[in-house]
């Protein structure tokens, strides 16, 4: 279910992103760290958990908690938010899920995670049928970070980080196996690319396989009006999107 009207209006009308910038309200607030669409998908395939979560397996309960779901201390400070259509739930997922997860992103020769292509317009794309996840949010907030920490267990696959706001400047593909495909975007907001518009916008719009977009905010500073125009823009194309609060280490 995607993209109203209104949205290639929007986009006639200069661009959802520039044409907000100017004069803009505060519109969303966040309430729990995650929001989540309905569904969660399972996968089916088998999984072997490696090492590294095996140690972490064994270590007692108290510090095994602490460790995997740093955020149920976090719980309690957070105020409750009841409003149903907001689908506000804290992220947990399960010894099992991230043991899944784990494998997922375990590089084998039959398994092969790779850096597939960069596109600067939507037509450059990959012409891919799987599912696609995209990650945005302000420049540098941590898009490419959290991809390479995710790419961990598959250190051969570059993906480049920098102290420098600006720095992606492509919608950079990598593949998951035959599971699916990430994409890192140029960020908005200090130092976005001057076709930024044309590329993301048009991107999340009209890309036929984008399965969920990864909205990053920088806790430390909060929801900025530029990620309210990124939430606006999600609502009103319905893009099941998930808000993530980054927290500096
Ligand atoms: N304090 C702190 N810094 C981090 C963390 N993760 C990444 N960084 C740093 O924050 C910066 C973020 O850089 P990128 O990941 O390239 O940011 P980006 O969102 O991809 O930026 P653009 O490509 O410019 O849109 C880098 O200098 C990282 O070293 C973290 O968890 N805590
Ligand atoms: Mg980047």
């Given at each position: 279910?995607?993209?109203?009207?209104?949205?290639?209006?929007?986009?006639a009308a200069?661009?959802?992103?520039?044409?907000?910038?100017?004069?803009l309200?505060?519109?969303?607030g966040?309430?729990?760290?995650?929001?989540?669409?309905?569904?969660?998908?399972?996968?089916?395939?088998?999984?072997?958990?490696?090492?590294d979560?095996a140690?972490?397996?064994?270590k007692?309960k108290?510090?095994?908690?602490?460790?995997v779901?740093?955020?149920?201390?976090?719980?309690?400070q957070?105020?409750?938010?009841?409003?149903?259509?907001?689908?506000?739930?804290?992220?947990?997922?399960?010894?099992?899920?991230?043991?899944?997860?784990?494998d997922l992103f375990?590089?084998?020769?039959?398994?092969?995670?790779e850096?597939l292509?960069?596109?600067?317009?939507?037509?450059?794309a990959?012409?891919?049928?799987r599912?696609?996840?995209?990650?945005?949010?302000?420049?540098?907030?941590?898009?490419?970070?959290?991809?390479?920490?995710?790419?961990?267990l598959?250190?051969e696959?570059?993906v480049?980080?920098?102290?420098?706001?600006?720095?992606?400047?492509?919608?950079?593909?990598?593949?998951?196996?035959?599971y699916?495909?990430?994409?890192?975007?140029?960020?908005?907001?200090?130092?976005?690319?001057?076709?930024?518009?044309?590329?993301?916008?048009?991107?999340?719009?009209?890309?036929?396989?984008?399965?969920?977009?990864?909205?990053?905010?920088?806790?430390?500073?909060?929801?900025?009006?530029?990620?309210?125009?990124?939430?606006e823009m999600?609502?009103?194309?319905?893009?099941?999107?998930?808000?993530?609060?980054?927290?500096?280490?």
């Amino acid at each position: 279910m995607r993209s109203p009207d209104r949205g290639v209006r929007r986009l006639a009308a200069g661009g959802y992103w520039r044409r907000k910038m100017v004069g803009l309200r505060f519109r969303c607030g966040i309430g729990g760290l995650f929001k989540v669409p309905a569904t969660q998908q399972r996968r089916s395939r088998a999984y072997s958990v490696s090492q590294d979560f095996a140690e972490v397996l064994r270590k007692p309960k108290r510090q095994l908690t602490k460790l995997v779901f740093p955020l149920q201390e976090l719980e309690r400070q957070l105020a409750p938010d009841t409003r149903p259509s907001l689908h506000l739930k804290l992220f947990e997922p399960s010894l099992e899920d991230i043991a899944r997860a784990d494998d997922l992103f375990t590089a084998t020769d039959r398994h092969r995670i790779e850096y597939l292509s960069s596109a600067v317009r939507l037509e450059h794309a990959p012409d891919l049928l799987r599912p696609e996840v995209c990650f945005i949010g302000r420049s540098n907030v941590g898009k490419s970070s959290l991809i390479k920490a995710l790419f961990s267990l598959a250190p051969e696959v570059e993906v480049r980080v920098s102290k420098t706001p600006g720095h992606t400047k492509k919608m950079n593909f990598f593949k998951v196996g035959k599971y699916f495909t990430m994409v890192d975007m140029p960020g908005y907001g200090y130092r976005a690319p001057e076709d930024f518009v044309d590329m993301v916008e048009t991107y999340l719009k009209e890309r036929r396989n984008l399965m969920r977009t990864f909205l990053l905010v920088d806790s430390a500073v909060g929801i900025q009006k530029t990620d309210n125009i990124a939430i606006e823009m999600c609502e009103e194309f319905a893009l099941p999107y998930v808000e993530l609060l980054l927290c500096p280490w």
